[in-house]
Nanobody
Framework: QVQLVESGGGLVQAGGSLRLSCAAS????????MGWFRQAPGKEREFVAA????????DYADTVKGRFTISRDNAKNTVFLRMNSLKPEDTAVYSC???????????????????WGQGTQVTVSS
């Protein structure tokens, strides 16, 4: 069982930056690939970024590539999402998720992820 708690969301102007954190409980955090997803009002949940258990590989949605950076600290059971050059269309609830995997593959499909956090709101004003 893994419990995930996000933090770091808020209101920011377009062009600004935020860093989201996702703290995981349990001693098996390093056995999970981690992902960030977002959901805007009236839209489906969409993939944002993912990172393997050992940080060797990352994957990004085209809409955030070059602006967002995913990272993790297994010693602190935490995954981060650094978001730069934010746009109004980045406004959404951002959730982290854990996918039990020990290989180098990453998934963009929400149903592959085993555990989810409650989410944190990110609002980007124009």
């Amino acid at each position: 069982q893994v419990q995930l708690v996000e933090s770091g969301g808020g209101l920011v102007q377009a062009g600004g930056s935020l860093r989201l954190s996702c703290a995981a409980s349990g001693r098996t955090f390093s056995m999970y690939a981690m992902g960030w997803f977002r959901q805007a009002p009236g839209k489906e949940r969409e993939f944002v970024a993912a990172i393997t258990w050992n940080s060797v590989r990352t994957d990004y949605a085209d809409t955030v590539k070059g602006r967002f950076t995913i990272s993790r600290d297994n010693a602190k059971n935490t995954v981060f999402l650094r978001m730069n050059s934010l746009k109004p269309e980045d406004t959404a609830v951002y959730s982290c998720a854990a996918h039990y995997r020990q290989d180098s593959s990453l998934s963009r499909r929400p149903y592959d992820y085993n555990y989810w956090g409650q989410g944190t709101q990110v609002t980007v004003s124009s």
